[in-house]
């Protein structure tokens, strides 16, 4: 199995769409719609033209993963999308630590030095994988004014890239 990760754009949509929606709604049962997340209609325009950018990790030329960045302001950024299909996780193929990776080198290389991310409380392998990035649980209260904040969320993140 060969593990390619690269930016993606409006071209993928259905594909991410099909990943992620089946991730929340079949495997986490989170009630969420296309409708509650309109940016996987525009990625190029949601996430690129801001300084931010939306990959996807490929096995065998197959989206398996995903994950995503908002630059809100001139020096942070957002985490989104992080999703990896089921039979793809774990350390075998480490495809979720890849795309943080990827993500961060994106953010040093274009000065965001703070990441932030918001989560729920259901996906705690999410939260141990993060945790174990170095990313610091914070209160909600403690997120910059301008993050773009997804209603579900209730679990944030922080970390510095520097």
């Known amino acids: 199995m060969k593990l390619q990760i690269r930016p993606i754009g409006n071209s993928y949509s259905e594909q991410?769409?099909?990943?992620?929606?089946?991730?929340?709604?079949?495997?986490?049962?989170?009630?969420?719609t296309i409708e509650d997340q309109p940016d996987l209609l525009q990625i190029e325009s949601f996430y690129r033209e801001g300084g931010g950018n939306f990959w996807g990790a490929f096995v065998d030329g197959e989206l398996v993963g995903s994950i995503a960045l908002i630059k809100f302001d001139e020096r942070a950024g957002a985490i989104r999308k992080m999703f990896v299909r089921n039979e793809f996780r774990g350390k075998e193929l480490n495809i979720a630590q890849e795309l943080l990776e990827v993500l961060i080198s994106f953010c040093r290389e274009n000065g965001?030095?703070?990441l932030y991310l918001g989560t729920i409380t259901v996906l705690k392998a999410a939260q141990r994988f993060y945790e174990r990035n170095h990313f610091i649980k914070i209160d909600k209260e403690n997120l910059p004014v301008q993050f773009p904040l997804m209603s579900a969320d209730d679990v944030f993140y922080h970390l510095n890239t520097n």
């Open 16 to 32: 991410a769409i099909d990943l992620i929606l089946t991730i929340q709604q079949k495997e986490f049962n989170i009630p969420i």
């Open 112 to 114: 965001i030095d703070d």
